[in-house]
Protein backbone atom coordinates (compact mmCIF):
# COMPACT_ATOMS: atom_id res chain seq x y z
CA UNK A 1 0.00 0.00 0.00
CA UNK A 2 1.94 3.00 -1.13
CA UNK A 3 -0.27 6.57 -0.64
CA UNK A 4 -0.40 9.34 -3.26
CA UNK A 5 -3.14 11.63 -4.49
CA UNK A 6 -5.16 8.67 -5.63
CA UNK A 7 -5.55 6.86 -2.44
CA UNK A 8 -9.11 6.04 -1.83
CA UNK A 9 -9.82 7.16 1.61
CA UNK A 10 -12.13 5.39 4.01
CA UNK A 11 -13.00 6.35 7.23
CA UNK A 12 -14.45 5.82 10.58
CA UNK A 13 -16.40 8.60 12.65
CA UNK A 14 -17.70 8.41 16.38
CA UNK A 15 -17.39 9.94 19.75
CA UNK A 16 -15.13 7.81 20.88
CA UNK A 17 -12.77 6.70 17.92
CA UNK A 18 -10.14 3.58 18.28
CA UNK A 19 -7.60 1.90 16.40
CA UNK A 20 -9.48 -1.42 15.91
CA UNK A 21 -10.95 -0.87 12.98
CA UNK A 22 -7.96 1.15 11.27
CA UNK A 23 -5.59 -1.95 12.48
CA UNK A 24 -8.38 -4.17 10.64
CA UNK A 25 -9.41 -2.75 7.22
CA UNK A 26 -5.53 -1.20 6.56
CA UNK A 27 -4.36 -4.90 7.24
CA UNK A 28 -6.51 -5.68 4.27
CA UNK A 29 -5.68 -3.19 2.13
CA UNK A 30 -2.00 -4.09 2.10
CA UNK A 31 -2.70 -7.78 1.56
CA UNK A 32 -4.34 -7.17 -1.24
CA UNK A 33 -2.16 -4.69 -2.80
CA UNK A 34 -5.06 -2.04 -2.77
CA UNK A 35 -4.42 2.02 -2.72
CA UNK A 36 -6.47 2.56 0.45
CA UNK A 37 -6.31 3.95 3.36
CA UNK A 38 -8.49 3.63 6.40
CA UNK A 39 -8.66 6.31 9.25
CA UNK A 40 -10.52 6.88 12.74
CA UNK A 41 -12.41 10.49 13.70
CA UNK A 42 -13.79 11.78 16.16
CA UNK A 43 -17.06 13.34 15.40
CA UNK A 44 -19.67 15.71 16.64
CA UNK A 45 -21.35 17.16 13.73
CA UNK A 46 -23.20 13.94 12.04
CA UNK A 47 -24.04 16.95 8.69
CA UNK A 48 -20.81 18.23 8.78
CA UNK A 49 -19.55 14.59 8.32
CA UNK A 50 -21.58 13.65 5.16
CA UNK A 51 -20.86 17.51 3.73
CA UNK A 52 -17.12 16.29 4.19
CA UNK A 53 -17.26 12.93 2.50
CA UNK A 54 -19.27 14.02 -0.63
CA UNK A 55 -15.93 17.24 -1.01
CA UNK A 56 -13.57 14.90 -0.10
CA UNK A 57 -14.76 12.05 -2.65
CA UNK A 58 -14.33 9.86 0.78
CA UNK A 59 -14.74 6.08 -0.41
CA UNK A 60 -16.69 4.99 2.67
CA UNK A 61 -17.08 5.34 6.26
CA UNK A 62 -18.34 3.65 9.73
CA UNK A 63 -20.80 5.39 11.50
CA UNK A 64 -20.89 4.75 15.00
CA UNK A 65 -23.05 5.66 17.78
CA UNK A 66 -24.62 8.05 18.38
CA UNK A 67 -24.61 8.64 14.76
CA UNK A 68 -26.36 5.65 13.40
CA UNK A 69 -29.89 7.11 12.96
CA UNK A 70 -29.14 10.65 12.76
CA UNK A 71 -27.27 10.07 9.41
CA UNK A 72 -30.79 8.75 7.60
CA UNK A 73 -31.47 11.98 6.34
CA UNK A 74 -28.46 13.22 4.88
CA UNK A 75 -28.03 9.99 2.64
CA UNK A 76 -29.15 9.59 -0.91
CA UNK A 77 -30.28 5.86 -0.87
CA UNK A 78 -30.62 3.12 1.67
CA UNK A 79 -30.25 -0.72 1.01
CA UNK A 80 -32.80 -2.88 2.29
CA UNK A 81 -30.45 -4.31 5.58
CA UNK A 82 -30.75 0.16 6.67
CA UNK A 83 -33.51 0.11 5.65
CA UNK A 84 -34.93 -2.86 7.26
CA UNK A 85 -33.30 -1.78 10.57
CA UNK A 86 -33.63 2.23 10.54
CA UNK A 87 -30.18 3.06 11.12
CA UNK A 88 -26.85 3.30 8.94
CA UNK A 89 -23.47 1.95 10.20
CA UNK A 90 -21.82 2.02 6.57
CA UNK A 91 -21.93 4.62 4.23
CA UNK A 92 -20.65 3.84 0.41
CA UNK A 93 -19.84 6.98 -2.23
CA UNK A 94 -20.18 6.35 -5.94
CA UNK A 95 -19.64 9.87 -7.54
CA UNK A 96 -21.31 11.66 -5.10
CA UNK A 97 -23.74 9.94 -4.42
CA UNK A 98 -24.52 8.05 -0.67
CA UNK A 99 -26.01 4.97 -0.05
CA UNK A 100 -26.11 3.56 3.48
CA UNK A 101 -26.02 0.05 4.69
CA UNK A 102 -26.20 -1.58 8.27
CA UNK A 103 -23.47 -4.49 8.60
CA UNK A 104 -24.29 -4.47 12.01
CA UNK A 105 -26.95 -6.67 11.40
CA UNK A 106 -25.24 -9.54 9.48
CA UNK A 107 -22.63 -9.40 11.91
CA UNK A 108 -25.56 -9.82 14.43
CA UNK A 109 -26.99 -13.13 12.78
CA UNK A 110 -23.42 -14.19 12.27
CA UNK A 111 -23.20 -14.21 16.35
CA UNK A 112 -26.85 -14.78 17.28
CA UNK A 113 -25.83 -18.02 14.92
CA UNK A 114 -23.76 -19.38 17.06
CA UNK A 115 -25.93 -18.92 19.83
CA UNK A 116 -28.43 -20.71 18.53
CA UNK A 117 -26.75 -23.94 17.97
CA UNK A 118 -26.45 -23.89 21.69
CA UNK A 119 -30.19 -22.28 22.68
CA UNK A 120 -32.97 -23.23 20.25
CA UNK A 121 -36.04 -21.08 21.70
CA UNK A 122 -34.11 -18.57 24.58
CA UNK A 123 -36.01 -16.08 26.68
CA UNK A 124 -34.02 -12.93 25.38
CA UNK A 125 -32.76 -9.83 27.40
CA UNK A 126 -31.61 -7.07 25.12
CA UNK A 127 -30.29 -3.71 26.46
CA UNK A 128 -30.77 -0.63 24.68
CA UNK A 129 -32.37 1.10 22.43
CA UNK A 130 -30.34 2.61 19.73
CA UNK A 131 -28.69 1.33 16.27
CA UNK A 132 -27.17 -1.50 17.42
CA UNK A 133 -30.21 -2.84 19.34
CA UNK A 134 -32.55 -2.28 16.17
CA UNK A 135 -30.16 -4.48 14.31
CA UNK A 136 -30.16 -7.06 17.04
CA UNK A 137 -34.06 -6.98 17.04
CA UNK A 138 -33.97 -7.23 13.37
CA UNK A 139 -31.36 -10.42 13.18
CA UNK A 140 -33.45 -12.31 16.58
CA UNK A 141 -36.51 -12.11 13.84
CA UNK A 142 -34.58 -13.55 11.26
CA UNK A 143 -33.41 -16.30 13.16
CA UNK A 144 -37.00 -16.61 14.80
CA UNK A 145 -36.15 -15.95 18.13
CA UNK A 146 -39.20 -14.52 19.82
CA UNK A 147 -39.00 -14.70 23.05
CA UNK A 148 -37.48 -10.95 23.28
CA UNK A 149 -37.54 -8.21 26.58
CA UNK A 150 -36.48 -4.81 25.82
CA UNK A 151 -34.82 -2.71 28.54
CA UNK A 152 -32.94 0.76 28.17
CA UNK A 153 -32.32 3.62 30.73
CA UNK A 154 -34.65 5.55 28.50
CA UNK A 155 -38.21 3.89 28.65
CA UNK A 156 -39.65 6.28 26.11
CA UNK A 157 -37.14 5.72 23.33
CA UNK A 158 -37.29 1.97 23.88
CA UNK A 159 -40.92 2.42 23.08
CA UNK A 160 -40.49 2.54 19.82
CA UNK A 161 -39.16 -1.12 19.28
CA UNK A 162 -41.03 -3.97 18.79
CA UNK A 163 -40.98 -6.20 21.26
CA UNK A 164 -42.14 -6.32 25.28
CA UNK A 165 -40.25 -3.04 26.77
CA UNK A 166 -39.76 -3.16 30.67
CA UNK A 167 -38.59 -1.04 33.08
CA UNK A 168 -34.61 -0.59 33.21
CA UNK A 169 -35.06 -1.29 37.45
CA UNK A 170 -36.79 -4.19 36.76
CA UNK A 171 -34.41 -5.85 33.60
CA UNK A 172 -33.28 -9.38 35.86
CA UNK A 173 -36.27 -9.53 37.37
CA UNK A 174 -37.64 -12.11 35.64
CA UNK A 175 -34.40 -14.00 34.40
CA UNK A 176 -33.36 -15.27 30.81
CA UNK A 177 -31.39 -17.37 28.65
CA UNK A 178 -29.55 -14.68 26.52
CA UNK A 179 -28.51 -11.70 27.50
CA UNK A 180 -27.40 -8.87 24.79
CA UNK A 181 -26.12 -5.70 25.93
CA UNK A 182 -26.15 -3.01 23.41
CA UNK A 183 -25.84 0.07 25.27
CA UNK A 184 -22.48 2.03 25.48
CA UNK A 185 -22.43 0.84 29.32
CA UNK A 186 -18.93 -0.42 29.92
CA UNK A 187 -17.34 1.48 27.01
CA UNK A 188 -14.25 2.93 27.64
CA UNK A 189 -13.47 5.59 29.42
CA UNK A 190 -16.25 4.26 31.25
CA UNK A 191 -14.97 0.46 31.51
CA UNK A 192 -15.09 0.06 35.14
CA UNK A 193 -19.30 -0.22 34.77
CA UNK A 194 -21.96 -2.76 34.17
CA UNK A 195 -25.48 -3.33 33.16
CA UNK A 196 -25.34 -5.87 35.34
CA UNK A 197 -24.02 -7.69 38.73
CA UNK A 198 -22.72 -11.04 39.23
CA UNK A 199 -25.86 -12.02 40.98
CA UNK A 200 -27.83 -11.02 37.88
CA UNK A 201 -26.18 -12.83 35.55
CA UNK A 202 -27.08 -16.39 37.68
CA UNK A 203 -29.43 -18.44 35.68
CA UNK A 204 -27.85 -16.93 32.28
CA UNK A 205 -26.52 -19.26 29.70
CA UNK A 206 -25.17 -16.80 27.16
CA UNK A 207 -23.99 -13.13 27.04
CA UNK A 208 -23.34 -10.96 24.19
CA UNK A 209 -21.90 -7.58 24.63
CA UNK A 210 -21.77 -4.87 21.67
CA UNK A 211 -18.67 -2.99 23.74
CA UNK A 212 -15.58 -3.28 22.11
CA UNK A 213 -13.50 -0.91 23.98
CA UNK A 214 -12.25 -2.17 26.44
CA UNK A 215 -11.82 -5.57 24.54
CA UNK A 216 -12.48 -7.16 27.38
CA UNK A 217 -15.31 -5.24 29.27
CA UNK A 218 -16.31 -6.00 32.76
CA UNK A 219 -19.90 -7.64 31.68
CA UNK A 220 -17.52 -10.04 29.90
CA UNK A 221 -14.95 -10.79 32.60
CA UNK A 222 -18.03 -11.56 35.26
CA UNK A 223 -19.66 -13.70 32.40
CA UNK A 224 -16.15 -15.73 31.84
CA UNK A 225 -15.82 -15.87 35.41
CA UNK A 226 -18.95 -17.47 36.05
CA UNK A 227 -18.23 -19.90 32.98
CA UNK A 228 -21.03 -18.64 31.07
CA UNK A 229 -20.61 -18.45 27.23
CA UNK A 230 -19.57 -15.33 25.95
CA UNK A 231 -19.59 -13.25 22.33
CA UNK A 232 -17.40 -9.96 22.78
CA UNK A 233 -18.00 -6.64 20.92
CA UNK A 234 -14.35 -7.29 19.31
CA UNK A 235 -15.69 -10.25 17.03
CA UNK A 236 -18.98 -8.44 16.53
CA UNK A 237 -17.43 -5.58 15.29
CA UNK A 238 -14.43 -7.60 12.86
CA UNK A 239 -17.37 -9.43 11.45
CA UNK A 240 -19.13 -5.97 10.56
CA UNK A 241 -16.08 -4.84 8.92
CA UNK A 242 -15.39 -8.09 6.80
CA UNK A 243 -18.78 -6.66 5.08
CA UNK A 244 -17.80 -3.24 4.96
CA UNK A 245 -14.56 -4.57 3.38
CA UNK A 246 -16.19 -5.87 0.48
CA UNK A 247 -18.19 -2.90 -0.05
CA UNK A 248 -15.87 -0.47 0.03
CA UNK A 249 -13.36 -2.37 -2.12
CA UNK A 250 -15.17 -4.85 -4.24
CA UNK A 251 -12.47 -7.84 -3.06
CA UNK A 252 -13.15 -10.42 -0.54
CA UNK A 253 -11.73 -9.87 2.82
CA UNK A 254 -8.40 -11.52 3.61
CA UNK A 255 -10.29 -12.95 6.84
CA UNK A 256 -7.44 -14.40 8.45
CA UNK A 257 -4.84 -11.36 8.07
CA UNK A 258 -7.17 -8.83 8.95
CA UNK A 259 -8.54 -10.93 12.67
CA UNK A 260 -4.30 -11.34 12.97
CA UNK A 261 -4.48 -7.39 12.90
CA UNK A 262 -7.50 -7.42 15.26
CA UNK A 263 -5.21 -9.71 17.60
CA UNK A 264 -2.32 -7.65 17.94
CA UNK A 265 -3.93 -4.22 18.15
CA UNK A 266 -6.44 -6.07 20.87
CA UNK A 267 -2.94 -6.50 22.24
CA UNK A 268 -1.61 -3.59 22.40
CA UNK A 269 -4.99 -2.22 23.88
Request: proline content about 4%; hydrophobic content about 45%; some cysteine.
Amino acid sequence: MSLNCRTRLCLSVSQRPSNLGMSVHNAGYRALGLDYLYLAREATDVRGVVTAIRALGVRGCSVSMPFKEEILPFLDELDASAQEVGAVNTVVQDQGFLKGYNTDLLAMEWALSRVKEQLKDPRVLLLGAGGMARAVIVALRHLGMSRVVISNRNRHRAAGLHGEVIHWEERFDDGCDLLINATSVGMAPEAGITPCTAKDLEGITYVVDVVAKPPETLLIRLARSAHIATISGPEILFEQALSQFKLYTGHEPPRDIMWQAMREELARS
